[in-house]
DNA sequence: GCGACAG
DNA sequence: ATCTTGTCGC
């Protein structure tokens, strides 16, 4: 798959990005505009320890029996610096190379980072979003910004992210008695329904499927790459 | 100035 | 993200 929308340069400076986020964040779209969701995918990248060398991959599933329907991979080097806010800037390159080689259209697509629940409300999810103009989901392991009140201990509890009185994302436990994960809007996903899917995508663990499936795709290929 | 800071 | 040992529990 491509992207739909005219692209736009990735060797930027750190404030035309800024900027950029800015003028794309106007495009995000905080409700569902979706049909049916048959394929749900996972995106995710692993840096080798020493070097600028990454691995993307992105992993397709069938939403109903969470099985692995087709993957795409990418190898490239980081051309832009680890920078909280603008994340999307170093991992989406690389990302891109992978969606390229997939055959298929997923419905849906789960980010390892924050949708809304960024400085701008243009985080890694939103602007993957925007650029295939497909449904994403952001979900992350850790908060970017926001305050969020106590959590119930039980599978699917949950608690708004707030920040500045917005509603940014949600705070939701995928699992009794384990920490919890940051849920935020990426793209024509709205909040409830984003958390929804989250959860159906996460029976066992953690972390939903998707995003599981895809790291651990990466971290096979990282090691496949520094020993055999 | 100080602390926080997706992966 | 990556580095990094043992340990508790099913």
Avoid at 119 to 143: D, E, M, Q, S
Avoid at 198 to 204: A, D, F, V
Wanted: proline share 6%; charged share 20%; hydrophobic share 40%.
């Amino acid at each position: 798959m491509k992207p739909v929308i005219e692209p736009h340069p990735w060797d930027l400076a750190e404030a035309e990005a800024l900027e950029l986020q800015g003028q794309l964040a106007a495009k995000v779209i905080k409700e569902d505009k979706f049909s049916e969701i048959h394929y749900v995918a996972g995106v995710d990248v692993a840096y080798e320890k020493h070097s600028n060398q990454l691995i993307a991959a992105v992993v397709v599933l069938n939403a109903s029996t969470l099985q692995i329907v087709e993957t795409a991979t990418a190898s490239g080097f980081a051309q832009f610096p680890y920078i909280p806010g603008l994340f999307s800037f170093r991992e989406l390159p690389p990302l891109i190379k992978a969606l390229e080689k997939l055959s298929m259209e997923p419905d849906l697509i789960i980010c390892d980072g924050q949708g809304i629940a960024h400085p701008r409300r243009f985080g890694l999810a939103c602007h993957l979003g925007v650029l295939y103009n497909i449904p994403t989901i952001g979900c992350g392991k850790t908060r970017l910004i926001g305050e969020a009140g106590t959590i119930e201990r039980v599978r699917g509890s949950c608690a708004e992210l707030i920040d500045n009185e917005e509603v940014i994302g949600c705070v939701l436990r995928t699992q009794s008695d384990v920490k919890p994960i940051y849920v935020s809007i990426g793209h024509r996903v709205c909040l409830a329904t984003a958390c929804e899917w989250i959860l159906k995508l996460s029976p066992k663990y953690r972390l939903p499927e998707t995003t599981r499936q895809a790291d651990q795709l990466v971290n096979k290929l990282m090691t496949k790459a520094n020993n055999g």
